[in-house]
């Protein structure tokens, strides 16, 4: 295939050429022009945020553990009606399975005992989260 030309204004010829770098698919390097954005940012091979703490969840299994603990112990004493709250939701859960391919009314309790039994789980896990941290960094302390 021969090469060819493209008339320019005023009958110039101009060299056909790509219309967009190609720079990108052959390996060359590219260094960012501010530096600021990129000094000290690069940790472990990946960029971060240096103001914002990386471990700021601080998971721990014995909150996780001990919460879950904390929550289904209170929730299956039998306080409602003689039945308790992990009771009255396993049983609705079973309930509903019993015509699996349909899916729960609207009106149906299960809606409500899967509300109540989950939050109280979170609230156990959050209230667990903020006394085990706080007392192991000494929040607490006098």
């Known amino acids: 295939m021969a090469a060819s030309t493209v008339s ?60 879950l603990i904390g929550w289904i112990a209170p929730s299956s004493v039998p306080a409602i009606n003689g039945n308790s709250l992990t009771g009255l939701f396993f049983s609705s859960i079973g309930q509903e399975l019993s015509h699996f391919p349909s899916p729960p009314a609207l009106d149906s309790p299960f809606w409500l005992w899967l509300v109540t039994w989950h939050l109280g789980l979170f609230l156990a896990l959050t209230f667990g989260q903020i006394g085990f941290k706080g007392r192991t960094e000494g929040y607490f302390d006098k």
């Open 8 to 67: 320019g204004l005023a009958g110039a010829t101009l060299a056909r050429r790509p219309a967009f770098s190609t720079g990108f698919t052959t390996g060359a390097r590219v260094s960012a022009r501010n530096p600021l954005l990129t000094r000290n940012l690069e940790r472990n091979g990946r960029i971060t945020c240096m103001t914002f703490p990386q471990d700021w969840l601080r998971r721990d299994l014995n909150v996780i553990g001990f919460g």
